[in-house]
């Protein structure tokens, strides 16, 4: 331990003991105790005890519970328990009864304190931190522990419940592994006696028929079998299996979900995963007894696993599919037609969850839909993949949702009815959609799925949200088109479909409600990023009203809208896409060039989002040689890094250094690379002090140093790196000689040292190519990155910064001298 | 209880309750889509309307030709538009009590049921409701009378004639009923006879029932109506909106526990949703306008129009629009828009609150102070002088039949820049354009109808509980269009009752108590017993007095009281002699223990048979019987009148005396 800590220690034990000084502030006890952990990792407990005595006085200090508050017992519980988690430091504490005497039946168990959560939470984490040796174990059924465990599964504190599940876990686990017994049979003898109190509790709970003692029983089961993967797991699961396989026979399952974590919990175990006991047996009987809701998760959660029998997973898979099967089904002109596995037919629970309410319906087909995604996402995703018939099942959902679906059946028109403009199935299935795209389909369904998909970006019908999700979905399907066919040859859907979109886009981009005109420009610019070049598009789009209204969107009253914009109109104009600056239907109208306009958002915008997707954009040109940019570089330049600079966003100051990184590696050309094979150079390579007269030209420098000072971190590191850059290609060890003695470098220097002292106003003076070799030399840029590489709170993270916190919010360190971070 | 209705248009109803001895017409609705089969009234000469060919029959019979002109196909009626009226034949118009008027749409026949058919009673109405009504009517009368027409089409009309014309006109109903514009003098007249009511004011209507106007939250004072007595309630509703527009929020709490809810007004437009709606105006506003285009919209002088301009306000900046005109013209646009702003108390809770700041509730008042929205009466004036285009018309009538509206689809219906979008849902928007076709505009369909939909009644009706929903017969099963659509129909239990026109309803509820009071002194001098646990009786000798459908019990008058000889004998005072009445008896007889009474009394030889009724006790040496039965006794015996009054005597001994 660190002596300054070794030293602060005694005074703030004596803070803690003391009653009359409240610690109110919680944090500071949880960094305290997550010190002493990580102490207590490295060191000796037994030392750290002896060596500050100061601690087990406080801990007897606990002892006295009417003096003490509850915060400061349940802590003393905790901290008892970091210590005593050493066998040595167990029997040191134990010689002095401190142990039994806080965690005994002698200890908090019988006081009101005991009514406070927290402080039941502390006894069961110190026990947990304690049990980790056989003493501990001897100590536990000693002082009477146990039964105190079972007793709080039931506490009202949810937290207080489940760490005493957790511990009774880790208890049995304890027991079990000290002893070296061969076998574990069934009979009660075999157990060790501390083991064997657990299962029979267990056994018991089971046995109750209440949901709430089972719940309990097989959460303690499912974290034994996830935590711990010995074979004695196995003996206990052929002693309470009968009594778990009970439960299913009832006619409705009440503790459904812990039962399928429980079976999950196992079947992802070694232990159980290849032996020879029925779980997998078990596992389909759940399944199917399982009501469709239940067993969705779990159905997941089987086909989730490595190890499994082909035909469970079959089973699982089917689970999943049932519900779109249904759908399919009811949509159905001939019945029996879907393909999927039987429906309606064979399962009518199915139906009846489907069409019992909106609410039933909705949580189903969302559940289905989600887990479906997720497995496709998998690298093992079931086989076959009926990627066909999900095609059409969620295109018929949606169908159903839009009321756009006229089914004949009964069982159509009641589901038609249910799903009518019901925007969670609308988005689950649009994200379903999307995900689809990573398949292909035959021609029929994917006209469909582009049908289906225009016909919600046409709908007025549809939510913000629900827009939303169908551009993204039809992003995806335009783009694994694109995939499949080849960018040389154009594919069938997509042609056409762009034809409809943009009238569609023109639209949305009108929309009063925000949201709506931001993800049509989102969607806008992935399109340009992706098919810009592609002749066919620029055609439909340039036919369109859509550039026009883009640009006019820079000047929408929402400031998100606004970024969007112009992210949308720097990706127009990278491909040449934006509407020209003199229209002959506004020839009044005053026009900016789009570099103009974008600088007045830049200057004049009174939010931060448009301004910094100015500059991404203007860095964006800058790397693609975009001809905006290339007329009167420099000029426009020197506007930029100006208006930048005074910018209040640290953001935005960022990405102007990234823009001024990006000048200045094109400014200075290609490093020398020794094994390049280099072409011969088309323009000669620009000199050092060339480059340095250009960058003070457009300002870049001043920027640059400026931002050095800033006092967001960022800002400075990233100005730091790029002026080490600099340095490196303009001022390396000779060449251009700096002029350390010139009169305008100590001017420069001046005003720097002020900067660094907050006064911004002093100005630099001239930044001839001497001055600013001669500062780049000067300048520790080396040190000043190491500094700002720590992150700001280094100091204040320190264990003796909590300490002193500590003692200095009670006043205990004499004057104010708090560190007030 | 009964139920007449005279219209079968469910959201412009008239419906009759005969309710104890009262009869109340509820709402007076004037279905206008008759006037969908006539010609457009253009307000300036168009030729292509009078050049128009004339419809002959197929025999080549050409004596039509006056009245039938023809266009794309479809036939016309060349004359003054005419409406179709509620029912008159169904039931004696003189006997209505009362009119209530649940909003301003639902009151345009009032002329036509108040005037000449011998109405003498009262209609109440809120005071936005009279004001915009009048507002709707004034604009209805002006659009009609501004363009006289001399000719007045009648020969269709016939039975026989009417049979061989092409549909819709063959298939329109009681067409002989149809009556042209009333004047602007029965106007006046009719709404005269209107009395002013707030919301949740409670109006006796002769003693009999009470009624009450409710917010109901789509339109500027527009009301829900309770009609009740002291134990029967029945609920109207008519125009309902939960969405948050301009008006007060709907009252859903007082419309709980009725015995009857009767159910009417819901939105025509049950599929679409009135904010994507909104949504899709907007964006065809400004693209059409983006274009060069001129955009018209079709609508009334009040209600959703001050949503949209609100919208608009907030919409425009954001689309670039600022410098387009946007042009409201009718001849009571100013008054509509001023109107809006007085009803603060009419209005939500934030446009409430603007007004103590004080601001106009409506932000049209700042749209017409930056001169961005300017109104006029009509097309001619001052309007041709500042009229700019590309710009938005707000005009009507929303049936494109007569109004300003005509003129401007004949003058921009030629080119595609321009676009028609309809808003209001009352007419079909494509019978509406058929006279102009071919057209080139385009047109667009976002109605906007914030009354209730089916999900929003299913939630109400679980909400409030009526024991009996009626409804048109309209919302009883899917529209026809959409005949799988089960969730768009009304659904409760037990199942609605529907009602057609020209139908008489028997509601399914029995009155069955009245409610009486006992003046004080009576009730004072009454002595009531308990003859259970909770229950008190007492004999009430009184005399009942009814007027005004209240009932009171007064103390009857002293029967010694000599009359004066001298006083001539009044009619009131002449009362029937009260008998002094024997005392009532309540109880039973427990057999047994009668027989042991019998027995003390010296009764021997008494046998006890059992009956169905009860029990007849045998005193066979008297040669006499005693039937005991649930509500009787009955001593036989021969001509013993002693053994019978001793024999009485222990009977009474069993029972209590009040």
Not at chain 1, 473 to 490: D, V
Not at chain 2, 372 to 398: A, E, M, W
Request: net charge negative; aromatic share 8%; charged share 20%.
């Amino acid at each position: 331990m660190d002596p300054e800590c070794s030293r602060l220690l005694p005074a703030l034990c004596a803070v803690l003991a003391d009653p009359r000084q409240p610690m109110t502030d919680d944090t500071c006890l949880e960094k305290l105790l997550d010190w002493f952990k990580t102490v207590t990792e490295t060191e000796s407990s037994l030392l750290l005890l002896q060596e500050n005595p100061c601690l087990v006085e406080l801990l007897s200090q606990a002892l006295k519970f009417q003096d003490v508050s509850s915060r400061i017992l349940s802590f003393s519980l905790r901290l008892a328990g970091i210590f005593a988690a050493q066998e040595n430091c167990f029997q040191f504490l134990q010689q002095g009864e401190l142990l039994l005497g806080l965690f005994g039946e002698a200890g908090p168990l019988g006081l009101p304190a005991w009514n406070v959560p927290s402080v039941r939470s502390g006894w069961i984490q110190g026990l947990c931190s304690l049990a980790k040796h056989p003493s501990a174990e001897q100590f536990l059924v000693d002082c009477g522990a146990v039964d105190t465990i079972f007793s709080l599964q039931g506490d009202s504190s949810l937290f207080v419940a489940s760490a005493a599940s957790q511990l009774l876990v880790q208890v049995l686990s304890l027991s079990i592994q000290g002893r070296a017994t061969p076998h574990l049979g069934s009979s009660d003898g075999d157990w060790p006696s501390c083991a064997q109190s657990i299962v029979g509790y267990l056994e018991e709970s089971l046995r109750s028929g209440a949901t709430p003692q089972i719940t309990q029983a097989l959460k303690v089961l499912t974290t034994t079998f996830g935590r711990c993967h010995h074979s004695w797991t196995e003996a206990l699961w052929m002693r309470l299996s009968p009594l778990v396989t009970c439960l299913l026979e009832k006619d409705t399952v009440p503790t459904a979900h812990s039962l399928a974590d429980l079976f999950l919990s196992m079947a992802r175990s070694p232990t159980f995963g290849s032996s020879d006991c029925d779980l997998w047996v078990t596992l389909a009987q759940t399944l199917s007894c399982l009501s469709p809701t239940q067993a969705g998760p779990l159905a997941l959660g089987i086909l989730k696993l490595h190890v499994c029998p082909q035909a469970l997973k079959t089973q699982a898979f089917d689970v999943l599919l049932q519900p779109l099967a249904c759908v399919l089904e009811a949509a159905a002109q001939v019945p029996g037609s879907s393909g999927l596995p039987d429906g309606t037919g064979s399962n009518p629970t199915m139906a009846d969850a489907l069409l019992a309410s909106t609410s039933s319906c909705a949580a189903l087909l969302c559940q289905s839909l989600a887990h479906l995604g997720e497995l496709q996402a998998l690298p093992h995703s079931p086989r076959p993949w009926p990627q066909v018939l999900l095609l059409e099942a969620t295109v018929m959902t949606l169908r159903f949702c839009s009321g756009s679906a006229v089914p004949i059946s009964s069982v159509g028109g009641r589901l038609c009815g249910i799903l009518a403009s019901c925007i969670r199935v609308q988005r689950a299935a649009l994200d379903f959609l999307g995900m689809l795209s990573q398949g292909t389909g035959p021609q029929e369904s994917v006209t469909q799925v582009f049908a289906i998909l225009l016909e919600y970006l046409r709908s007025p019908e549809s939510s913000p949200t629900v827009l939303k999700k169908a551009f993204q979905a039809t992003l995806r399907w335009l783009l694994s088109m694109s995939k499949a066919c080849g960018s040389n040859n154009p594919d069938p859907h997509t042609q056409p479909f762009l034809r409809e979109l943009f009238p569609v886009m023109q639209k949305r981009l009108c929309n009063p409600c925000w949201e709506v005109r931001d993800s049509a420009l989102e969607f806008l610019t992935h399109l340009t990023t992706h098919w810009g070049g592609q002749p066919d598009f620029r055609q439909a789009l340039l036919a369109s009203d859509v550039p026009e209204l883009t640009q006019q969107l820079l000047q929408d009253p929402e400031a998100y809208v606004r970024a969007s914009a112009v992210t949308a109109m720097g990706q127009l104009a990278s491909q040449g896409l934006h509407a020209t600056p003199s229209g002959p239907e506004h020839p009044g109208a005053k026009q900016k060039s789009l570099p103009q306009e974008l600088l007045h958002i830049l200057s004049l915008d009174s939010e931060g989002f448009p301004r910094r997707a100015v500059m991404q954009v203007f860095t964006q040109w800058l790397q693609d040689g975009h001809p905006a940019m290339a007329e009167d570089l420099e000029q426009f330049m020197a506007r930029v890094f100006q208006v930048v600079s005074r910018d209040l966003d640290w953001e935005v100051r960022v990405q102007g250094l990234e823009l001024a990184r990006v000048f200045l590696a094109q400014t200075l050309g290609p490093p020398d690379c020794p094994y390049a094979v280099a072409l011969p150079a088309a323009t000669p390579p620009t000199s050092p002090a060339e480059v340095l007269r250009t960058l003070g030209r457009v300002q870049l420098l001043e920027f640059a140093f400026r931002a050095l000072f800033d006092c967001d971190r960022p800002v400075a590191q990233k100005s730091c790196d790029l002026l080490l850059l600099l340095r490196a290609r303009t001022a390396p060890g000779g060449g251009l000689q700096g002029a350390e003695c010139n009169p305008e470098a100590v001017t420069v220097e001046a005003a720097l040292r002020a900067w660094q002292a907050g006064e911004q106003g002093q100005p630099l003076g001239e930044l001839v190519p001497e001055v600013v070799v001669a500062i780049l030399r000067t300048l520790d840029l080396e040190g000043l990155q190491a500094t700002l590489a720590e992150s700001s709170d280094h100091v204040e993270q320190s264990p003796r910064s909590l300490l002193q916190d500590m003692l200095a919010a009670v006043g205990a360190l004499g004057g104010h001298e708090a560190d007030c971070y | 209880m009964k139920l007449y209705c005279l219209s079968g248009h469910p959201t412009l109803p008239c419906n009759i309750l005969k309710f104890k001895s009262t009869t109340i017409m509820l709402d007076c609705g004037l279905d206008m889509t008759s006037t969908l089969n006539f010609l457009p009234l253009p307000l300036v000469q168009s030729p292509r309307l009078s050049n128009l060919p004339s419809w002959s029959l197929k025999d080549g019979n050409a004596y039509l030709d006056k009245e039938l002109k023809e266009c794309s196909g479809h036939v016309f009626v060349d004359s003054v538009p005419e409406f179709c009226l509620p029912e008159t034949e169904l039931i004696d118009m003189s006997t209505v009590d009362v009119i209530l008027i649940s909003n301003y749409h639902c009151m345009m026949a009032l002329p036509y049921i108040t005037e000449h058919t011998g109405f003498t009673g009262t209609v109440y109405a809120t005071e936005p409701t009279l004001q915009i009504g009048r507002l709707l009517m004034e604009e209805l009368v002006n659009f009609i009378e501004r363009v006289p027409k001399a000719q007045s089409a009648s020969l269709w009309k016939n039975k026989d004639v009417q049979r061989l014309l092409p549909s819709p006109l063959k298939d329109a109903v009681e067409v002989s009923t149809w009556r042209r514009c009333y004047s602007m003098q029965e106007v006046n007249s009719a709404l005269s006879k209107i009395q002013l009511v707030g919301y949740s004011q409670k109006i006796e209507l002769f003693g009999a029932v009470q009624v009450t106007p409710l917010s109901s939250g789509y339109a500027l004072g527009s009301s829900n109506w309770v009609i009740q007595s002291h134990y029967e309630k029945v609920s109207y509703v008519s125009g309902s909106s939960l969405l948050t527009t301009h008006p007060q929020p709907m009252d859903q709490a007082s419309l709980k526990n009725s015995d009857v809810l009767l159910l009417t007004g819901l939105t025509q437009i049950p599929t679409a949703n009135p904010d994507g709606m909104v949504g899709e105006f907007c964006s065809n506003l400004a693209l059409t306008v983006r274009n060069g285009g001129n955009v018209l919209v079709p609508c009334y002088p009040s209600g959703v129009i001050y949503d949209l301009l609100e919208c608009l306000y907030q919409y425009i900046d954001s689309a670039g629009l600022s410098n387009v005109p946007f042009y409201f013209i009718s001849p009571v646009a100013n008054s509509s828009l001023e109107f809006s702003q007085i009803f603060a108390e009419w209005l939500c809770h934030n446009k409430q609150t603007k007004v103590y700041l004080p601001e106009p509730p409506f932000p049209h008042a700042e749209l017409i102070q930056t001169n961005k929205l300017k109104h006029y009466p009509s097309i001619h004036g001052d309007f041709s002088n500042d009229f700019r285009q590309p710009c938005v018309v707000f005009t009507g009538h929303p049936s494109l039949r007569f109004g300003d509206v005509v003129h401007f689809l004949e003058l921009w219906g030629k080119s595609s820049l321009n676009t028609v979008i309809f808003t209001e849902p009352d007419f079909s928007y494509l019978d509406a354009l058929a006279p102009y076709q071919p057209l080139a505009m385009k047109c667009i369909y976002c109605p906007i109808d914030t009354r209730l939909n089916f999900i929003q009644v299913s939630k109400l009706l679980k909400e409030v509980q009526p024991l009996h929903v009626v409804c048109p017969e309209q919302y009883t099963q899917p529209p026809p269009t959409q005949s799988h659509r089960m969730d768009l129909m009304i659904d409760c239990q037990p199942p609605a009752m529907s009602y057609r026109r020209a139908e008489v309803l028997a509601l399914p509820f029995k009155r069955r108590y009245e409610k009486i009071e006992i003046m004080p002194e009576l009730a004072d001098s009454l002595v009531p017993m308990e003859i259970k646990p909770g229950i008190s009786l007492a004999t009430v000798s009184a005399v009942l007095h009814t007027k005004d459908n209240k009932h009171v019990l007064q103390p009857p008058p002293r029967s010694t009281q000599p009359t004066s000889g001298k006083k001539r004998k009044r009619v009131s005072d002449d009362i029937p002699d009260c008998k002094v009445l024997k005392p009532l008896l309540s109880g039973s007889i427990p057999v047994e223990q009668f027989v042991q009474t019998l027995e003390k009394h010296g009764f021997s030889d008494i046998k006890v048979e059992d009956t169905a009724k009860g029990h007849i006790v045998l005193l066979q040496e008297a040669e006499t019987l005693i039937q005991i039965e649930e509500d009787s006794t009955h001593i036989i015996c021969d001509n013993d009148e002693m053994l019978r009054v001793r024999l009485r005597d222990l009977v009474l001994k069993f029972l209590q005396k009040f």
